[in-house]
């Protein structure tokens, strides 16, 4: 690896300026005026394709700009999912150990506690001692929110934040979204015509400007996250507009489009097949299904469009204080596109049942994830077919055009294969790049746990071994800062991968991965397969099991396992499944994780007598990744499952008499569903198998709160009356 004199020599700053840094302490504090700023930008939910400079025909004209005057990486990680993904990116260390696995669950085990670790520091806390000034704006989702009454140990300015504006929790409204907060209160938005992602970069361009103004030419560092283009697909008029007819063509035009831009920029190379097409035919659908699915794409792409003008806005603050060139700008995603389907599914409806369509008081907080109604009154409306948009719409862009964003790579964010983990990364620093390389491919492997070191390196700083009477664990990445020289940045350790049981480790050119605790491991040779279309695992059995034994030391050793849901490595879900076949349950029962039937590989029977005056749920355990429900929708029995977010649904042909039903649901070791109501058998289906570990989620009797196993939108309680529900688990 490069020192960092040779580094600063080699980028064209002195060595006045190498010395000003390399023992930075607060009391050199004035003398830091050498090393550069650091502005990390990252976006949520986006694929590795939807930049322009990335290959697509979404206009981002700022972030295009960086990348022809920056450099472009072309294989730079991320962790599949938004929180694991935070964690690692602030705190330079795998998410498990940073305490952050999975969400923001303590689930009893040291590596998904779902809360920011304290044996970790953030970049923040690491160089605010060498001097630099600390701000965030946008998205933290590193610690639990519980509403006005959150505990705010974990906050941004708790964990080295000079200054924040943004959101504790990981969703909400862009007009008006939960737990936006300012420093450490909870605020409501200022205006009428509040976009969240505007008052991020503004918010951004202000501490730009008031750093300058109270702290001269000492460094800063920056955080902004936003949530775009995370749903619901959220944009304003005018900006929809810029996009109107630009999908008519559907999904799979503009996905080939994307993959022969792709090849001809150099991005990818020719022997990379393009994955097999999740989406269904474009050309068979109705020309009503063509303009809901066009809409949803034309919004996500207005979305983007928005951030990368609030990205331009901070530039142009980063040029109007001098600070521009040294200042370090990598932006990147937190991980691929997204394929779940929240809030479009059903028939059009109003999220929230019986609500009132009042206006909120002025200054009244938002307190919910998806608002009953907007401010001025309307209720917020979700179902297949809702145009999104408009703040009373709360809709995401689905699995097709997530196929989309993921060109040319499988699956997507929960899942470790290419599709859930790529991202850009786009570096540019005018004053540390230079000028043979802008413009330039990297093509070397990088992960989240590279920022802090890279961060730590071009600051000057000294990472911690204890912290605020912590033991702190070692950076585990590696400084970019060679890379940004076309230098080797002398990597000498695996990038290792772990999420939902789906576990990934990359060696050089080769990357072993696994769907789920029970998936086999699959090989790659990512140099000529990227795509992961050619498993080689049947070649080269030897290099699969030292792989897979490295992956499993390392494993250990990082907290990534036990973890809370089955497989072979999930000794910790055991212990915490009840050991109980057979429950007994009444109207309104709710069982934790630990305490609910173990179903993971198990064949299992649910029972339940009701009184049903409409729809709703009778009783469901689980979410919107793994679980089952029976619930009645449209008046029509249902027993939904889901496997890692694959759905099966039994449904009855006619809908039942309101009135006293007794009904039978039964997932068979094999897959088979059966529904029985009045002694017969009234529908069946075939799902994949018996669930594949132990539901998160918990059950719930009369409603799903947690989040939705079936077609249909949390918590959706039963218009009705459960008297019991029992469930018999195979012993």
Request: aromatic share 10%; glycine share 12%.
């Amino acid at each position: 690896m490069l020192s960092r004199r040779r580094f600063l020599k080699s980028a064209g700053l002195g060595a006045a300026a190498f010395l000003a840094g390399c023992r930075a302490a607060p009391s050199r504090a004035a003398d830091a005026a050498g090393r550069p700023n650091i502005l990390l930008i990252m976006s949520d939910d986006m694929g590795f394709s939807d930049l322009g400079c990335y290959g697509s025909e979404i206009a981002t004209p700022t972030l295009d700009g960086l990348a022809s005057r920056g450099v472009r990486f072309t294989q730079f990680y991320n962790t599949a999912r938004c929180c694991p993904t935070r964690a690692s990116l602030i705190s330079g260390l795998y998410q498990h150990q940073a305490g952050i696995g999975h969400m923001m669950g303590d689930r009893g085990i040291d590596g998904f506690r779902g809360d920011l670790s304290t044996h970790c520091v953030t970049i923040a806390e690491a160089l605010k001692p060498a001097g630099y000034g600390t701000y965030m704006t946008g998205k933290w989702h590193v610690t639990p929110y519980r509403g006005p009454d959150t505990p705010k140990h974990n906050w941004p300015c708790q964990r080295g934040f000079d200054r924040y504006f943004g959101t504790i929790h990981g969703a909400g409204s862009f007009y008006d979204p939960n737990g936006l907060t300012r420093d450490n209160e909870f605020i409501p938005p200022g205006s009428d015509d509040f976009y969240y992602t505007d008052a991020i970069s503004a918010s951004a361009a202000t501490y730009i400007r008031d750093h300058r103004r109270t702290k001269g030419d000492a460094p800063f560092f920056m955080y902004v996250a936003y949530t775009a283009a995370h749903w619901p697909m959220h944009a304003r008029p005018e900006d929809i507009a810029k996009y109107k007819g630009r999908y008519d063509a559907g999904w799979q035009a503009v996905r080939q489009a994307r993959y022969a831009r792709m090849k001809k920029m150099g991005l990818i190379k020719d022997e990379w097949d393009l994955s097999p097409r999740d989406a269904g035919d474009w050309n068979a659908l109705s020309d009503a299904d063509k303009a809901w699915h066009a809409r949803r794409m034309e919004v996500y792409a207005a979305m983007v469009t928005v951030m990368d003008e609030g990205i331009d806005r901070i530039v142009q603050a980063l040029k109007e204080t001098g600070a521009y060139e040294n200042t370090l700008i990598l932006f990147l995603q937190d991980n691929g596109g997204c394929a779940e389907e929240f809030g479009s599914r059903g028939e059009p409806r109003n999220h929230a049942k019986n609500v009132k369509a009042e206006p909120m008081k002025p200054g009244e907080l938002q307190t919910q994830m998806v608002p009953p109604v907007t401010r001025d009154g309307r209720p917020t409306r979700v179902g297949h077919g809702v145009m999104p948009g408009p703040a009373d719409t709360y809709i995401a862009y689905g699995l097709e055009w997530a196929n989309v964003s993921n060109t040319p790579f499988r699956l997507y964010k929960h899942w470790v294969h290419e599709g859930g983990i790529s991202t850009p990364l786009i570096a540019h620093w005018p004053a540390g790049i230079p000028e043979g390389r802008r413009g330039a491919y990297e093509r070397q492997p990088g992960h989240l746990i590279d920022i802090m070191a890279t961060c730590v390196d071009l600051a000057g700083a000294a990472y911690p071994k204890t912290f605020n009477g912590h033991a702190i664990v070692p950076m585990q990445g590696v400084s970019l800062a060679p890379a940004f020289l076309g230098k080797d940045v002398g990597r000498t350790e695996p990038i290792y991968f772990e999420h939902e049981g789906n576990r990934a480790i990359r060696i050089g050119k080769w990357k072993l991965v696994a769907k789920g605790p029970t998936g086999p491991w699959e090989l790659y040779d990512i140099d000529a397969d990227r795509s992961e279309l050619h498993d080689l695992a049947g070649r080269h059995p030897d290099r699969v099991k030292a792989m897979a034994e490295r992956w499993e030391t390392f494993a250990r050793q990082a907290h990534m396992i036990p973890w809370p849901w089955k497989g072979e490595y999930g000794k910790a879900a055991a212990r915490k499944a009840s050991r109980k076949t057979h429950f007994e349950l009444g109207a309104g029962a709710a069982l934790a994780e630990g305490e609910a039937p173990d179903v993971a590989g198990k064949a299992f029977r649910v029972a339940a007598d009701a009184q049903v005056r409409g729809d709703g749920v009778i009783a469901a355990q689980g979410g919107s990744s793994l679980g089952w429900s029976l619930y009645v929708q449209k008046g029509r029995l249902c027993f939904a499952t889901r496997h890692r977010n694959r759905l099966t649904v039994a449904k009855t042909d006619k809908a039942v008499a309101p009135g006293r039903v007794r009904v039978t649901a039964a997932l068979a070791r094999d897959g088979r569903i059966r529904l029985e109501a009045g002694g017969r058998t009234v529908a069946q289906a075939k799902a994949p198998g018996p669930l594949p570990s132990l539901p998160v989620d918990g059950l719930e009797v009369g409603r799903d709160e947690k989040g939705a196993v079936g077609e249909y939108e949390a918590p959706n309680a039963l218009a009705g009356t459960v008297e019991t529900v029992v469930i018999d688990v195979e012993k």
